[in-house]
């Protein structure tokens, strides 16, 4: 407080003699040398009026002015302040360029220093501005889950680099080439006006990402290379629309067998309108209670009936349908809502348990979880669901795919353990579809193996899905988890998977999914089974 009362005390000080007709005007460059060097520091704009004041002062009345006082002052007073600007002026172009830096590096991809997903969406953003013709280049390396197991996490790494760079070279100086996916590049080409020249230069990077490969490890790759091309030859004017062209002619061409160019055209413009309109549904689903679960039992080979369930996310269609996740949940994330909605059902899945006081017979619930849901905090909003509901931890099951588990980093896989310590299960769902092998189950804590439809389809009538169903239930004495056969239609399959030692199955054929109510009444339909049956 006292700074600030020296502070008014000189400025009126100063003010005063200024007023004053018969002061020296020494007085005032030395009152104003004190005013100002306390304010340099504190406020450089005050001292630069001050000094200005002064010297107008020191002009006007040239007569009444010692010479050799006011330059001492005002030299002293201006390097003072000059210096003091300088300063200020230094950390203020060195802030600009670290936030221009740090702007930077958040838009990088730390593996391939290429443009990430925010730099990709900043790059289109200026292309929509200057109202740019543009097409739009997604591309995927096919098959690199695979490479990954085959040949390792490093070797898949290595091969993203260069991936990366040979796009680079490819690519025109004014283009931007973004990474969009663990596997997915996005290329987006200013001034290309139509699919013709689009696809041209699209042929010539299929061409030069397909050229083979050889790891630090002595591996060799020729990558397959699958290209989704899209174009707007009358200027951005929505460039997630755009992106998202792109990635559906993508999936057109993947689900046509990869390796291939495929254009965005009319008919995938009516895909595209279908998923809009899907987007659009799901957005609501949650508030207008659209979302519901059904439940499919579990059998269990021991005591002849079931002891789980699998809770199956439903959508009610506006006009009477009820929507399987097939139909919606691949919309469900390119938006982004899978994590809200796999945490409403996993709500809704303890709520309806505790509905049906499982806490007092031996049950298991599983349920789906997504990739996106698998972070550091998923493991406290498990646990405060089940406190919500009073659900027992060992009561839930959670689910995950092949596909998600091989793609897991540490802080998932930690996740993960961090559940199990709490009591909660892990099931492996989809075993055998996604080219992982039976040593992957020593790297994950796995509780449940859920032996693919693929597989059981085949069984007393492919040696070979009967030996792979065979080799799983051996392994699970060495690993302690259960094997339950997915997708049993037949009676055939049904013996056949407890002859070969399955623990349990799952299929149309043990009952199909069914709401809430329902399943509740067949609960109360069960005995209570104790002892080792229980467990099983």
């Known amino acids: 407080m006292g700074q600030r009362d020296d502070h008014i005390d000189l400025r009126t000080r100063f003010d005063q003699l200024r007023c004053d007709p018969n002061r020296r005007i020494t007085d005032l460059l030395e009152l104003s040398a004190e005013l100002g060097e306390e304010l340099i520091e504190r406020d450089p704009d005050a001292a630069v009026i001050v000094l200005r004041a002064a010297a107008s002062e020191a002009a006007e009345r040239p007569a009444r002015t010692d010479a050799q006082a006011t330059v001492r002052v005002l030299r002293d007073l201006t390097g003072a302040l000059e210096q003091v600007i300088e300063t200020r002026d230094r950390q ?99 001034g290309v006006a139509d699919l013709d020249a689009a696809t041209s230069i699209a042929k010539g990077v299929r061409e030069a990402l397909a050229l083979p490969f050889h790891t630090t490890g002595g591996g060799e790759v020729v990558p397959s290379i699958t290209v989704g091309v899209a174009a707007s030859s009358g200027g951005v004017q929505d460039p997630e629309s755009l992106l998202r062209e792109a990635d559906l002619a993508l999936e057109r061409a993947k689900a046509l067998g990869k390796g291939r160019i495929e254009l965005f055209g009319a008919e995938l413009e009516e895909t595209a309108r279908q998923r809009f309109a899907t987007e659009r549904l799901i957005r609501s689903a949650l508030d207008d209670h659209l979302f519901e679960l059904y439940f499919q039992p579990v059998h269990s080979n021991a005591i002849g009936y079931p002891l789980a369930a699998e809770a199956l996310l439903r959508l009610h269609h506006p006009d009477g349908r009820v929507l399987a996740p097939g139909a919606f949940l691949d919309v469900a994330e390119e938006t982004g809502l899978t994590r809200e909605i796999g945490d409403w059902v996993l709500d809704e899945a303890c709520r309806i348990a505790a509905g049906w006081g499982v806490a007092n017979r031996p049950f298991h619930l599983a349920v789906n979880v997504a990739a996106a849901q698998l972070d550091a905090g998923f493991p406290a909003r498990v646990a ?130 069914k709401p809430a109510a329902v399943f509740g009444e067949l609960l109360t339909m069960l005995p209570i089974v104790t002892g080792m049956a229980a467990s099983n």
């Open 92 to 190: 203020l172009e060195q802030a600009h360029i670290d936030l221009r830096e740090l702007n930077d590096r958040s838009q990088l991809d730390a593996l391939t220093s290429l443009v990430n997903r925010d730099g990709l969406t900043s790059a289109m953003n200026q292309v929509a501005a200057r109202h740019e013709s543009c097409a739009v280049l997604a591309i995927d390396l096919d098959r690199f889950g695979r490479l990954n197991e085959t040949l390792g996490h490093q070797a898949g790494d290595e091969l993203l680099v260069e991936q990366a760079r040979r796009l680079l070279r490819v690519a025109r100086p004014r283009d931007t080439v973004a990474r969009w996916g663990s596997d997915e590049f996005v290329v987006v080409m200013p």
């Open 384 to 513: 405060d669901a089940l406190y919500r509901h009073g659900v027992s931890a060992d009561i839930l099951v959670i689910e995950l795919t092949e596909h998600t588990l091989l793609e897991a980093d540490d802080e998932q896989v930690n996740a993960l353990v961090e559940l199990r310590a709490t009591g909660v299960r892990v099931a492996l769902d989809d075993f055998g579809t996604s080219y992982s092998s039976l040593s992957h189950l020593r790297r994950f804590p796995i509780d449940v193996v859920k032996i693919d439809q693929s597989f059981v389809a085949g069984l007393r009538r492919s040696e070979q899905d009967s030996a792979i169903v065979r080799a799983v239930v051996g392994l699970s004495e060495t690993f302690q988890f259960r094997v339950i056969a997915e997708g049993v239609e037949t009676v055939e399959q049904l013996d056949e998977q407890r002859i070969l030692g399955c623990h349990g199955a799952q299929g149309f054929l043990i009952g199909e999914p």
